[in-house]
């Protein structure tokens, strides 16, 4: 995940889904339906790009003297 | 001497004979009752009497020993009594002190559940007004369960399997066992106060016995749950367990896996849905060119539009189509003044003179006047005497 703060995965479907409406709904000149279409493919290539890119992470959390401390999780048992 | 017999005691005296004597006489035992009059100090001790259809005793449970029971005790329970006979020596009291107390009806532990139920749903902690919604696309997913076994390795499987590019927090406490119950309230709390961009937690273990499983079932772990702004999932053990943490919890599953089947979306399924969109975005598209395609041929399918030659067309030919009916107009137009000139025509001879010479009158000129007295000739001027047909040309004779 990188550190840039981007919209979410979650508000960025939304805005897909509020464009189609507004697409579907038909009372936009096509200018503005090409800029809405251009938008909305944007944000599709986006969203299945993350979908694709996405690697999991896990860690393990505890705590050290009252601050979290991050390590790679390795199940207990494992090997 | 008589008096010397006597053997005269203190009350404290036979108090604590009788106290010694009892402590003495008696091993610990186990006395069957109905709890009354229970009533817990600030002390931390509890006071009670046991009692059967004919008698009742004294009792006291101590507050180091209350700790290791783990139901609460209540008037009208029925209890097994681990005690000590002894008496209250300060007011010369039978009392049982109580070390240990089992309900009578069913086991410890689930009477404690019982009791730990009503109290926390009086509380309100089980309400589904409380309960938080989950995130539908959560990034960082929290887990507390033991850092070992199935569960933690079903959870990470499944959810990475499903929503690829989590971020998945485990922190590994003892599920079971004593203090388990509150290393996992307290990871709660740690998630909460040091993690808090955490979507949603799941907190659970795999199955067990029910005293495995006993940690979910407890006080701090209800607390914990309940009080998290973190929504939480619980999963403990199998399909049919159902604990304290259960109720507490924003949602229930069944077993870690299906916890973390719950809280992402499958990947497959987003992926298909976005693709849709992008269908009804192309289709949206595409029917507004078409609409705004149609409007344009309509406007631009009229034929002067099609071909302005149409319209010079047009109006050459309507030039030539007046040229061509402007003879007929014509003789039209003279014919209708023919016409009226003849119906004008007719009326002028109803009323020419000519017509009555027809029926024999005659008209007399002299130099070209018609005369009307006699007066206005003489004798041997000519006059001329027009007739029907033809005229006479005479001399006045007298």
């Known amino acids: 995940m990188s550190k840039v703060k981007t919209e979410s995965f979650e508000d960025c479907l939304r805005s897909l889904e509020e464009l189609v409406r507004e697409l579907e709904a038909g009372d936009k000149g096509l200018e503005d339906s090409l800029a809405l279409f251009e938008k909305g493919v944007a944000l599709a290539k986006d969203l299945s790009r993350r979908l694709e890119e996405a690697k999991t992470k896990v860690e393990a959390l505890s705590k050290d003297g009252g601050k979290l401390v991050k390590k790679p999780f390795a199940a207990l048992d494992e090997e | ?398």
């Open chain 2, 1 to 398: 001497m008589e008096r010397a017999a006597r053997r005269v005691f203190t009350v404290s005296e036979v108090n604590s004979q009788v106290h010694d004597l009892l402590e003495a006489s008696f091993p610990e035992l186990w006395v069957e009752g109905e709890v009354s009059n229970c009533k817990t100090y600030p002390s931390g001790h509890t006071y009670l009497s046991l009692k059967d259809e004919k008698s009742q005793v004294r009792a006291v449970l101590f507050k180091g020993a209350s700790f290791s029971l783990q139901f609460k005790l209540q008037d009208g329970l029925k209890v097994l009594a681990r005690c000590r006979v002894t008496s209250y020596e300060s007011r010369g009291e039978l009392q049982l002190i109580v070390s240990a107390v089992e309900p009578r009806e069913k086991g410890a532990l689930q009477l404690a559940l019982e009791q730990l139920k009503v109290k926390l749903r009086a509380e309100g902690l089980f309400d589904e007004s409380r309960k938080k919604p989950l995130p539908p696309y959560p990034r960082a997913v929290g887990v507390v369960t033991s850092g070992s076994g199935a569960a933690v390795r079903d959870i990470i499987n499944v959810l990475s399997r499903r929503w690829p590019g989590l971020e998945i927090r485990v922190w590994p406490v003892r599920v079971q066992g004593p203090g388990a119950s509150a290393e996992i309230a307290q990871a709660v709390r740690d998630f909460n106060a040091l993690a808090p961009d955490t979507e949603v937690l799941l907190v659970g273990r795999g199955g067990g016995s029910i005293e495995d499983l006993w940690a979910f079932n407890e006080e701090p772990v209800a607390r914990a749950i309940s009080e998290s702004l973190i929504p939480v999932v619980s999963c403990v053990g199998h399909e049919t367990d159902w604990t304290i943490a259960d109720f507490t919890a924003d949602l229930r599953a069944p077993t870690p896996s299906a916890a973390a089947e719950l809280v992402v979306p499958e990947k497959a399924a987003v992926a298909e849905r976005i693709a849709e969109l992008e269908g009804a975005m192309l289709q949206g598209l595409r029917d507004r060119i078409e609409a705004l395609e149609r409007r344009l041929a309509y406007a631009a399918g009229h034929p002067f539009l099609q071909d302005p030659r149409r319209l010079w067309e047009q109006r050459v030919q309507r030039v030539d189509e007046l040229a061509a009916r402007l003879p007929e107009a014509m003789r039209l137009a003279v014919e209708r003044l023919a016409m009226r000139l003849r119906v004008s025509a007719g009326k002028l001879d109803a009323i020419s003179p000519l017509q009555v010479l027809g029926r024999g009158y005659a008209i007399a000129l002299s130099r070209g006047k018609a005369l009307t007295r006699a007066s206005q000739v003489k004798k041997g001027d000519p006059v001329t005497v027009r007739l029907h047909e033809g005229s006479i040309d005479c001399e006045v004779a007298k």
